[in-house]
């Protein structure tokens, strides 16, 4: 029964909002420990050397995360197979082909911010991307994160990709943030919903931004006590 009902279109959407806020979750959180950069790297480098000394909580996070993420992923990609096959049928009404403009923008922002965070995934945490800036230790010894985020930062292309992916986020988290209100059965105050998700996706695109925008101008520099491990 529970199965038959994930199968089906509706299930499927209930999938989605909820992996949704999941994502949604992780990204503010995230978001919010980053921000510790502007406290500076005793700050930044202690929260990570934290996170990395709790493995019984990291790694089920991780896990969820990463299940969430794929079901996520998988399941929009079978929804919009589905809404293309639907599509193949003569529109009856406007309306129609506005819903599935907007779903087009939202699978395109998805696939480039997958994009995004395979080549954010290779530069902060496996450091394959820029090697010399992962392997920076601080005064205490600990993974110098703070140098090796505004190292990174200081690169044109680098820190210009990030902001426009964080653009793509907020232009995928708007349209997402109301339609995953609508899922679950909230859509009766949806122009209030509708502007929640753009302030909310606002809020995460100025968070993130500010800080390739702070190395841009100066406002954030690395300290030059890390040494290469
Ligand atoms: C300017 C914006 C961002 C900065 C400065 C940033 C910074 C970082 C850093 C430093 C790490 C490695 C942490 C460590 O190993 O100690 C990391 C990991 C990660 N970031 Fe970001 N991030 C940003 C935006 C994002 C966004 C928008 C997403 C998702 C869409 C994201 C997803 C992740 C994931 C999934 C990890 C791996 C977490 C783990 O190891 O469990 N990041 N990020």
């Not at 929260?47 to 794929?70: D, S, T």
């Not at 820190?159 to 679950?184: P, R």
């Amino acid at each position: 029964m529970c199965l038959k009902f994930l199968k089906s279109s509706v299930g499927r959407k209930y999938l989605m909002a909820v992996t949704g806020v999941f994502l949604l979750g992780f990204v503010v959180a995230h978001m919010l420990g980053n921000l510790q950069i502007f406290l500076g790297p005793e700050a930044l480098n202690s929260y990570a050397e934290h996170l990395q000394n709790l493995p019984a909580l990291l790694w089920p996070a991780r896990a969820v995360l990463l299940g969430a993420f794929i079901l996520h992923v998988g399941v929009s990609i079978s929804l919009a197979i589905e809404n293309r096959r639907a599509r193949s049928i003569p529109y009856a009404c406007g309306a129609t082909v506005e819903a599935s403009y907007a779903s087009r923008t939202m699978v395109m922002s998805g696939l480039i911010i997958l994009a995004f965070l395979i080549y954010h995934l290779l530069n902060f945490t496996f450091g394959v991307t820029h090697p010399r800036f992962f392997h920076l230790v601080d005064a205490k010894g600990r993974h110098d994160v703070y140098s090796m985020v505004i190292l990174s930062f200081r690169e044109l292309p680098v820190s210009g990709a990030y902001v426009a992916a964080m653009g793509l986020l907020c232009l995928h988290l708007s349209h997402g943030i109301s339609g995953l209100f609508q899922s679950l059965g909230l859509a009766g105050a949806m122009p209030a919903l509708k502007r929640a998700g753009a302030v909310i996706a606002l809020v995460i695109f100025a968070g993130n931004s500010s800080i390739p925008l702070a190395v841009w101008l100066g406002w954030l520099k690395a300290v030059g006590g890390g040494s290469v491990e």
